[in-house]
């Protein structure tokens, strides 16, 4: 299974307790876009309250009017990680926030729901296991990064 | 510390001088702050100042989306996809999205009621990357 990366992802559902300031670490498996069929705009009326489709005006070659079309929906297959401590609090000897990778847990989110790159170290690099644990590297020297970039 | 500094200006804390200095200007405020258009506000006597606030459009403020096209694959069904990257589920996943974005009647209305069927009729467009506009890293001060 590619995992490439590691990104912050905003939390929307209601399980407060895996969650640190709202955010949850994942791996991102695929990115990928669906365009929604034509057919959806006929039933915007039945979407629940606060509920839009996205749509664009484009331009029909044939006709030369301009129709309403869906726009593209972008998603990413991400695999899920958990805390190790409620809240992400941090643990009370290294101070460090642990998280373990859940290979076996796999959602997808919308791309706009993700905020950024996290930086997750394994704990023990050289160790493939399903559950893998990291800790979030949060500490970025910024003295040395901005003397090596 | 430019990181630091940038993270304000980001928010929304910053004034134009910083703002110029993390290159966070809109064209419409470098073109406001040319020598010659303070020239032209100074002739027309305009009361207002000179150094204003900066618009938020700026292309550090836009949402993250997703980038470089699979040029060689057009569109993949979600059954390939779900093969060729390791997805067992990809169908109910998709699906139970689906139902969160839109409501499960639009959802059902769309998509159909048979996740099986739903698999091998959806087509999806595979994307390489992200393009991030936010911070390069997580902000040191919030996480």
Known sequence: MPESHNIWVEYTESDLDNTFQGHVPYSPVLYFCWTPPNQILLFQERLPAGKTIPIFFKRCKKTEQWILCPQAQEYAVVISTKYKDLHGWDDCVDGF?????????????????????????????TSDRINSISLIYNHVNLDTYWTVY | MEETLSHPALQGWHDIESANV??????????????????????????????????????????????????????????????????????????????????????????????????????????????????????????
């Not at chain 1, 796999?106 to 690099?125: F, K, S, W």
């Not at chain 2, 979600?78 to 139970?96: K, M, R, T, V």
């Open chain 1, 97 to 125: 926030i642990w998280v373990v990778k859940q290979t076996d847990k796999m959602y997808i989110v919308p791309v706009g729901a993700i905020v950024g790159p996290a930086h997750l170290v394994r704990e023990n690099a």
């Open chain 2, 22 to 143: 993390f290159n966070l200007l809109s064209a419409t405020d470098k073109w406001q702050n040319t020598r010659r258009a303070h020239l032209l506000r100074v002739q027309h006597c305009q009361k207002e100042p000179f150094l204003g606030p900066i618009s938020q459009q700026v292309h550090h403020l836009r949402e993250t989306h997703v980038c470089g096209v699979c040029r060689s694959i057009k569109l993949t069904s979600l059954i390939d996809a779900s093969e060729d990257f390791g997805i067992p589920n990809f169908g109910q996943l998709f699906h139970a999205q689906i139902e969160e974005d839109w409501g499960e009647e639009i959802c059902g209305l769309v998509l159909g009621y048979d996740q099986n069927v739903l698999i091998d009729s959806i087509f999806i467009k595979l994307q390489n990357g992200l393009l991030y506009y936010y911070q390069p890293f997580h902000c040191p001060t919030s996480v």
